[in-house]
C-alpha cells in the first residue's frame, strides 16, 4: 500500500511557475508508475502527466506538452511536477496518483483505474 501526500500548490502570477511534489511511504513507492491529474472547479478531472517505475519514460498530455515536465526521485519516495508559464485556466487541484501494474505510459491513463490517490493540493493561477 502506498499513501500519497501532495505539497507545492499556492497561489502564482500568470505566466509564472510552480513545482508540485507528490511524498509515498511505503518500500514499495519505486514499483509503482505515477501520475498528475487536475480539476477544475465544475469540470471533470483531467489526466496531465505520467512516469514509468524507472524514470525513464515520461508522459506529458497535448494540453501542458512544452510546458509542464515530470520526474521522479525513488531514493525520496517522492515525484514531481514542475509547471512553467501557468496560464489561468489552469486553476484546479492537482491529484498525485500511482498505478502498481506496468501500464503504458500514454494518453491512456485519462481512463485508467488508479491504485492511489493523494489528497490533492491546490494551484491558483492569477491573472
Known amino acids: 500500500q502506498v499513501h500519497l501526500v501532495e505539497s507545492g500548490g499556492g497561489l502564482v502570477q500568470a505566466g509564472g511557475s510552480l513545482r508540485l511534489s507528490c511524498a509515498g511511504s511505503g518500500r514499495t513507492f519505486s514499483r509503482y508508475a505515477m501520475g498528475w491529474f487536475r480539476q477544475a472547479p465544475g469540470k471533470e478531472r483531467e489526466f496531465v502527466a505520467a512516469?514509468?517505475?524507472?524514470?525513464?519514460?515520461?508522459y506529458i498530455a497535448d494540453s501542458v506538452k512544452g510546458r509542464f515536465s515530470i520526474s521522479r526521485e525513488d531514493a525520496k519516495s517522492t515525484v514531481y511536477l514542475q509547471m512553467n508559464s501557468l496560464i489561468d485556466g489552469e486553476t484546479a487541484v492537482y491529484y498525485c496518483?500511482?498505478?502498481?501494474?506496468?501500464?503504458?505510459?500514454?494518453?491512456?491513463?485519462?481512463?485508467?483505474?488508479?491504485?492511489?490517490w493523494g489528497q490533492g493540493t491546490q494551484v491558483t493561477v492569477a491573472s
Open positions: 496518483a500511482a498505478v502498481l501494474e506496468l501500464p503504458p505510459i500514454d494518453a491512456s491513463w485519462s481512463s485508467r483505474a488508479i491504485d492511489y
Open positions: 512516469i514509468n517505475w524507472s524514470g525513464t519514460s515520461p
